[in-house]
C-alpha cells in the first residue's frame, strides 16, 4: 500500500515561531496578506506580536475577524466576497480550527471557479488551490495548520460539511506554543481532547499506516501526559509546548491515515446543538471506544503500550482496557459536562438522531472504524451517550 503524504511546504515549530511571519510571506513571494481571524482574538492581544513583526518588514496587512466558533458556508462567502477585491495576495489565518477552516475553504472555493461548498464536499475531491495560505494557530488540537480538511456548517441544511483534498493544505504553518498561554481552560480542554481523538482514531482507522502511527502515538503520549498540566496551570510553558506539538502530530497523523467514528458522530452534534466541536469529541469519545474496544483490541493495546499506558507484557485485552480508562478518566478530570449539563434537550436529542446518524454515514468517516458500524449501529449509540 502506498501513503500519501500532503503536507505544508514550510513548517516552523517552536516557541517564537510566529515571529517567522514576515520571512515565510517572503518565501511565498507575498506582501499584502489578509489575516482571517475572530473577533474575540482581534480583540486580546493576541495580534500584536505577529502584526508588530509585519509591520517592521513594511507590511501592512488587511484584516477580516468575521468567524465564528462553527464556521458556515455564509462566513465562507463574506470573505470569498472581500477576496474579490483584488486587494491582497495571500491568506494568514491566526486563531483555532474555524479562522483557519474558513481560510481554507475560501481558498477552496476560489480555485474552483466559486462552486457552492456543498458541491466540493467530500467524496469530492478539492485539489484546485486558492491563494497561498499561512497557518498560525492559538489552540492546540485541531491540527489544521498541517492537515488536507476543513469542515463547514452548511446555513441551509444545517449539515456540517467535511472537506479534503490538496486545496486544503496551508502553503505554511508557523506553530508557537506561545500564543496559547491566554486559551481560556475550556479551550484548552475541549481542543486537547480534539487533538487526543485524532491521534487514537488516526491509530485504529482502517487506512492506519506506519507512517501516520509514528504521529499518533506522539499526539496520544503527550495529551495523556500534558493535557491536565496545562489545564490546570496556563502559565506552563513546557506543557503547552508539548500539546501543541502533540496536536500537530496529530494532525500530522490523521491527514495520512482518517479521523472515524467519534468524529463522524460528533459533527452532526455540533451542528444541530451548537456544541463546540472538541467537547462533542470529548462527550462521544469514551462510549465509542468502549464500542469499538472488542474490534480493534489489539491495535489499542499496540496503541497502549507505546503510549506508555501498559507495560510490555500486558495481554491485549488488559492494555486496551487501560487505554481506555485512562483517556474516560481525562475527560472526566477536565470537567466535560453531559449533554444534558451542556442544556440539550431529551427529547430534542432523541428526536434529531435518525438525521445525526444520516449525516454521519455520509461524511465516511465511521466506515473507517473498527467494527464497520452500520447506521443502526450508530442510532443505537447516540442513544447510550445520552444514558
Known sequence: MTVSLVLPRIIEIGVGASDRIAAVLDRLGARRPLIVTDAALAGSGTLDRPLRELSSAGIAPRIFADTSPDPTTAEVSALVERLARGDVDSLVAIGGGSPMDTAKAAAVQLGHG?????????????DAGGLPLVCVPTTAGTG??????????DVDTNEKMLIAGAACVASAALVDAGLTRSMPRRVTADSGLDALTHAVEAFISHRHNEHADLFAVSGVRRALTYLRRAWTDPDDLEARTEMMLGATHAGMAFTASS???????SRPVGAFFHIPHGMGNAMLLSTLLRWTLPHASGRLAELARAAGVAGPGAADATAGHALSEAITDLVRALEIPTLSEFGV???????????MAEQAVASGSPANNPGDPTRQDIERLYEQVWA
Do not use: N, Q, Y
Open 144 to 153: 489544521s495548520e498541517v492537515t488536507r480538511f476543513c469542515v463547514i456548517t
Open 114 to 126: 466559486g462552486r457552492p461548498l456543498r458541491e466540493l464536499k467530500v467524496p469530492f475531491s478539492a
Open 345 to 355: 434537550d431529551r427529547a430534542d436529542w432523541f428526536s434529531r438522531i435518525p438525521a
Open 259 to 265: 479521523v472515524a467514528l467519534v468524529h463522524g458522530m
